[in-house]
């Protein structure tokens, strides 16, 4: 497995998890936001989440959150 298809499927369950967690709480699906914190993550990683559809990152460094 390459590193994207890790990233994906990492994804797939962490999304999987959450949804469980909200309908485990009595949440409606999608009211909690994952945030993806990118420090220290190279480009690639963060290209890789945005080409699967993840918007919402965190950074605490502006000079990497920048590029």
Do not use: Y
């Amino acid at each position: 497995m390459n590193a994207n298809d890790q990233i994906a499927s990492n994804l797939a369950a962490v999304r999987s998890s959450l949804q469980d967690t909200e309908r485990n709480n009595g949440k409606q699906l999608g009211s909690v936001t994952l945030i993806a914190i990118t420090k220290t993550q190279p480009i690639e990683t963060v290209q890789c989440l945005l080409n699967l559809g993840h918007k919402v990152f965190g950074e605490n460094r502006v000079q990497e959150a920048f590029e």
